[in-house]
């Protein structure tokens, strides 16, 4: 079983950045492909990069060369360097495995890009 908790969204202008953190807790994290998925108002939660356990990386189209994800193994936590933010890129933010595993879902993380 693992739980995560998201953090560091916030309100930002266009062309901006953020750093996401995904912590987690419970035993084998670091055998999971974790992944950084996204859910705009209306719309389908959507895969946006994902790292697996030996931290290949993959990305949307939509964020390629704009974000970058990472873990750190040690300390059970998976981040996500946003920039050069745009106002599509407002969400609530989530990490998961990937696949997703239903019963892991979080809180999530509210980004806001606006000027």
């Known amino acids: 079983q693992v739980q995560f908790v998201e953090s560091g969204g916030g309100l930002v202008q266009p062309g901006g950045s953020l750093r996401l953190s995904c912590a987690a807790s419970?035993?084998?994290?670091?055998?999971?492909?974790i992944g950084w998925y996204r859910q705009a108002h209306g719309k389908q939660r959507e895969l946006v990069a994902s790292?697996?356990?030996?931290?290949?990386?993959n990305y949307a189209d939509s964020v390629q060369g704009r974000f970058t994800i990472s873990r750190d193994g040690t300390k059970n936590t998976a981040f996500l360097q946003m920039n050069n933010l745009k106002p599509e890129d407002t969400a609530v933010y989530y990490c998961?495995?990937?696949?997703?595993?239903?019963?892991?879902w979080g809180q999530g993380t509210q980004v806001t890009v606006s000027s």
């Open positions: 998961n495995t990937r696949p997703p595993t239903r019963t892991y």
């Open positions: 419970g035993t084998a994290y670091t055998i999971y492909d």
């Open positions: 790292i697996t356990s030996g931290s290949t990386t």
